[in-house]
């Protein structure tokens, strides 16, 4: 097997509300990208890692990032050209794992567990079940559907899919003119089903500058 991850670090991140990109902000001395790579490091399962990047920060990742199975593509302007800019360089792999960067506190056994799915299934990310009740809403915020809460769950990444599916689906959804900010949406829209595998709570995104105290927390509770 040859397996290629794929960590996702040219994204903008305006809700940090910081003129530096959220990735290269520290929680507790280390970059929220470099804790995303090195989840990774040292997986047998993981043979390559390519990392996005804007071309302004590429130099300052190259510095951070200076690991032998890392190499490096500029991002595109949205998620999925992003990814596609990757998926180019691969010449070959069985599976895609495709990981966001600012999601640090990823833990291996998920990773592990979602990739055991992934070559059961051809498809799988992990996530957690959803805590609130959700409520679907019309375009004048007036309830219309309450969805029965154990049927919900609020995915993460990594999500992982057999590489050639991968691109099938990334083509047809390139012929039909969509963009999907989520992989197992791309592909469902190929019309293949995608295994959901149990994580954990503490595999936050890093969105605002309040994830930044939750991610200190986060470290703080995993070195006791």
């Known amino acids: 097997m040859s397996n290629t991850a794929i960590i996702l670090g040219a994204g903008s991140g305006t809700r940090m509300k ?9 929680v507790a001395g280390k970059t929220v990208i470099e804790r995303s790579v090195e ?8 043979d390559e890692i390519i990392v996005t990047a ?8 190259i510095n951070l990032l200076n690991y032998e199975k890392v190499t490096f593509v500029i991002g595109g302007a949205t ?3 992003s990814v596609k800019n990757a998926v180019e360089t691969v010449d070959e792999a069985d599976f895609i794992i495709i990981h966001d960067g600012a999601r640090p506190f990823i833990k291996k056994e998920d990773i592990i567990n979602t990739y055991a799915a992934a070559k059961e ?8 079940p959803v805590k609130d009740t959700i409520k679907i809403i ?8 309450t969805p029965e809460r154990s049927t919900l769950f609020a995915v993460q990444t990594p999500q992982i899919f057999e590489f050639e599916l991968y691109k099938k689906a990334m083509k047809k959804a390139q012929e039909s003119g969509k963009d999907f900010t989520d992989d197992c949406a791309l592909i469902e829209f190929f019309g293949e089903k995608v295994k959901m595998v149990t994580g954990d709570y503490s595999n936050i995104k890093i969105t605002t500058p309040d994830d930044i105290a939750l991610g200190e927390s986060i470290v703080r509770s995993e070195e006791k």
């Open 121 to 128: 299934h051809k498809a799988a990310a992990v996530g957690v």
């Open 138 to 145: 019309d375009g004048d915020n007036f309830v219309v559907d």
């Open 54 to 61: 804007r071309e302004e920060e590429l130099d300052t990742y």
């Open 39 to 46: 989840a990774f490091l040292d997986l047998d399962i993981i």
């Open 79 to 81: 998620r999925q050209e």
């Open 18 to 26: 910081s003129d530096k990109n959220k990735m290269l902000l520290e």
